[in-house]
């Protein structure tokens, strides 16, 4: 059973920084991970992805430049830097991993283990 605990969220004010911490109860060695949020009366919107070597990342457009994914696989932790927040940042921040090994940028919706989310609050 594949289980992924979000931590680090928070209030923070405009311009400040943040880092999420995502641990999964198994190795995340051979799988891409992906971070998303969700702000309240909106959809799901991907933030950031790593691909299972960490060799590549990919962003939202609206995120890059200011957040920074990360996986360390000797913890089974993928992190989250987020610098420079607005206010418009603020969601539910959830990671994510691929349902399948060894893939560089899968698919949004083929992320299929999520965590429970963790919430980030940025005041303009």
């Known amino acids: 059973q594949v289980q992924l605990v979000e931590s680090g969220g928070g209030l923070v004010q405009a311009g400040g920084s943040l880092r999420l911490s995502c641990t999964a109860s198994?190795?995340?060695?051979?799988?891409?991970m992906g971070w998303f949020r969700q702000a309240p009366g909106k959809d799901r919107e991907f933030v950031a992805g790593?691909?299972?070597?960490?060799?590549?990342?990919r962003y939202a457009d609206s995120v890059k430049g200011r957040f920074t994914i990360s996986k360390d696989n000797a913890k089974n932790t993928v992190y989250l830097q987020m610098n420079s927040l607005k206010h418009e940042d603020t969601a539910v921040y959830y990671c994510?991993?691929?349902?399948?090994?060894?893939?560089?940028?899968?698919?949004?919706?083929?992320?299929?283990?999520w965590g429970q989310g963790t919430q980030v609050t940025v005041s303009s």
């Open positions: 994510a991993r691929d349902g399948r090994p060894l893939r560089a940028a899968p698919p949004l919706q083929e992320y299929n283990y």
């Open positions: 198994v190795t995340l060695r051979l799988h891409a």
């Open positions: 790593i691909s299972w070597n960490g060799e590549t990342t």
